[in-house]
């Protein structure tokens, strides 16, 4: 079983995390874990390599139908395999999605703060990106479905993370029927990305939107992956359920050859961590869910400043260093001062450059060390 607190190499790797700084700057930013694959996952992939032969992969029968059981398992969500469009990842898949759909000019909904790739969408397609801000609150991030309506009536499509990303909201039942409602009274597109639907803390289960209603399964996109559940991005693969027929039709062939066929070796993790590694995924993410009650608890004893509502979901935390009135901004202060690199706030709307997205997907050593240097960081950096 692995050790969730055993620290491995990365640097010589290829790895994008342990790449982006230099060799004595510790990376915190990217939603990569630093954890080892379950081995259940890396026999699989040991046992697919005996076969020399690499070609072009398909998605086998096995697959789609594992899937469609996880989908009634785990959400009570019927699905039929022919629903099931696979992609080398989410992104190309909102993407395609916005391409197949939409038009430019078009109005396009999200909720920031949201990470980049969502972002930075509507730009790719000539569209008008529409932004519905959550609300920080004592007890988490809320929707203001007045906001949310006003932006909504000017959009032809919302783009939902859900899990939230940079703020580690779960939406309730309630929230996403009450968007949901309101995509069906504007009758706009849902696209939803539900990549770290099993990465919920606290006993909270994951509510596909496409879910709730009859209405709602007929115009959404839900992009789902394993990729970070089980820790396995690098393998890209990723899948689309698309129930509407004519949507799933115009969103194949979006794929234009720019979105190409997937990992036969994604396909392989995929179905082995679906099928064969969930007391893998159980354990890290109870041990994440210990590193968020960790995090929490320092960044109120040693940095009063900093304001982290704790995250429902995710490995990722979400900082408000806005009191601190760090120069030029707390992302480049904490890597020139404490050699430590956050993903830059900036990154997830214009309105965040005073926080900081913190990856504690990590054992909880280098955790602990990022947090030294931050303190450290604080110190000299005020002489």
Not at 175 to 188: F, G, T, V
Not at 192 to 216: K, N, T, W, Y
Not at 222 to 250: H, V
């Amino acid at each position: 079983m692995t050790d969730f607190d055993a620290v491995h190499e990365r640097r010589g790797t290829g790895s994008s995390k342990w790449s982006k700084y230099c060799a004595d700057v510790l990376p915190m930013w990217v939603a990569d874990m630093d954890f080892p694959a379950a081995p259940e996952i890396i026999d699989a992939l040991r046992d697919r390599l005996d076969h020399p032969l690499l070609g072009y992969g398909v998605a086998r029968d096995e697959l789609r139908e594992r899937i469609v059981a996880d989908m009634q398992t785990k959400y009570d969500w019927s699905i039929s395999p022919e629903h099931i469009v696979f992609l080398p990842g989410v992104e190309p898949g909102f993407n395609m999605a916005l391409k197949a759909m939409l038009r430019p000019g078009d109005g396009l909904l999200m909720q920031t703060p949201v990470y980049r790739p969502i972002l930075d969408a509507a730009g790719h397609w000539n569209l008008v990106r529409r932004d519905a801000p959550l609300t920080p609150t004592r007890d988490g991030w809320s929707v203001d479905l007045d906001i949310f309506e006003t932006e909504l009536a000017r959009s032809r499509a919302f783009l939902l993370c859900n899990p939230q990303n940079p703020t580690g909201k779960v939406f309730t039942r309630d929230e996403l029927k009450a968007m949901a409602d309101l995509c069906r009274r504007y009758d706009a597109l849902i696209i939803s990305d539900e990549i770290h639907c099993d990465l919920l803390f606290d006993g909270r289960r994951h509510v596909p939107v496409a879910a709730l209603s009859e209405d709602a399964a007929e115009r959404t996109v839900t992009l789902m992956a394993a990729s970070k559940n089980y820790n396995i991005a690098g393998l890209k693969a990723a899948f689309a359920i698309i129930r509407n027929g004519e949507i799933r039709e115009k969103f194949v062939a979006s794929r234009l050859g720019m979105v190409d066929s997937v990992n036969i070796l994604g396909l392989e993790a995929m179905l082995a961590a679906f099928s064969r590694a969930g007391k893998w995924q159980s354990k890290m993410l109870s041990y994440i869910e210990a590193n968020r009650d960790f995090l929490s608890a320092e960044i109120a004893r040693r940095f009063p400043g900093i304001r982290m509502i704790k995250p429902e979901s995710t490995f990722l935390a979400w900082l408000d260093c806005t009191a601190l009135a760090l120069k030029p901004d707390p992302q480049t202060f904490f890597i020139e001062h404490g050699k430590v690199g956050f993903s830059a706030g900036s990154e997830f709307g214009d309105a965040y450059g005073q926080y900081i997205r913190l990856n504690f997907g990590c054992p909880r050593r280098l955790l602990t060390e990022g947090l030294d240097r931050m303190q450290h960081a604080l110190t000299i950096g005020r002489e």
